[in-house]
Nanobody, 118 residues
């Protein structure tokens, strides 16, 4: 089992920045990757990017490439997403997820709300 707890959400102005954290605990030694997703009201959950647990390689969705950066601190078992140049369309509940493989996401956090005001 893996437990994920997101933090760092809140209200930010258009053009601002925010960093979200995801604290990971439990059976972390066999994790393959950690991802970030978001879901706005009335929309489907959107993939934002992931980081490979072993070597830190990252992959991003085109919608956030260049604005969002995912990183990890293995010593703290924490994954981050730095979000810059935020826009009102970025308002959503943001989730982190953990996976043992490329095929599926095995665990999800409870989510943290990000609201970007215009």
């Amino acid at each position: 089992q893996v437990q994920l707890v997101e933090s760092g959400g809140g209200l930010v102005q258009d053009g601002g920045s925010l960093r979200l954290s995801c604290a990971v605990s439990g059976r972390t030694f066999s994790l393959y990757r950690m991802g970030w997703f978001r879901q706005a009201p009335g929309k489907e959950r959107e993939f934002l990017g992931f980081i490979r647990w072993s070597d830190g390689n990252t992959n991003y969705a085109d919608s956030v490439k260049g604005r969002f950066t995912i990183s990890r601190d293995n010593a703290k078992n924490t994954v981050y997403v730095q979000m810059n140049s935020l826009k009102p369309d970025d308002s959503a509940v943001y989730y982190c997820a953990a996976a043992y493989s490329l095929q599926t996401w095995n665990y999800w956090g409870q989510g943290t709300q990000v609201t970007v005001s215009s």
